[in-house]
């Protein structure tokens, strides 16, 4: 059974920083996409960023360029989400997901920004920044 659990949510000031992590077990994820997505209290969840499968790309919703990274460690099967300079618009529950296919990097930024690309989905971690 393939579960996703996040962790490194928590409080913190506005321009501090934070890092989210993601382990995966169940399966391996190197060569499949994986991503954030966030959802604000009253609002959809969005697109925050992804990493493709195999590492060969990242991508990013505006909001969050220069300020967040994505990153995967596959030897813990376990991705990651470093977010500095953070601001009170990013205060939301910050979820996990990965793709049960492997695309091998392609797809582009339309591909990887897409919930309906991902299969499995954490339970989510809290971000509060104030």
């Known amino acids: 059974q393939v579960q996703l659990v996040e962790s490194g949510g928590g409080l913190v000031q506005a321009g501090g920083s934070l890092r989210l992590s993601c382990a995966a077990t169940?399966?391996?994820?190197?060569?499949?996409?994986m991503g954030w997505f966030r959802q604000a209290p009253g609002k959809e969840r969005e697109f925050v960023a992804a990493?493709?499968?195999?590492?060969?790309?990242?991508y990013y919703t505006d909001s969050v360029k220069g300020r967040f990274t994505v990153s995967r460690e596959n030897a813990k099967n376990t991705l990651h989400l470093q977010m500095n300079s953070l601001k009170t618009d990013d205060t939301a529950v910050y979820y996990c997901?990965?793709?049960?296919?492997?695309?091998?990097?392609?797809?582009?930024?339309?591909?990887?920004?897409?919930?309906?690309?991902?299969?499995?989905w954490g339970p989510g971690t809290q971000v509060t920044s104030q």
């Open positions: 990493i493709a499968g195999g590492g060969v790309g990242t």
């Open positions: 997901a990965a793709d049960s296919r492997i695309m091998r990097g392609s797809g582009g930024y339309s591909y990887h920004q897409r919930r309906s690309t991902y299969d499995y």
């Open positions: 169940g399966r391996t994820f190197s060569l499949n996409a």
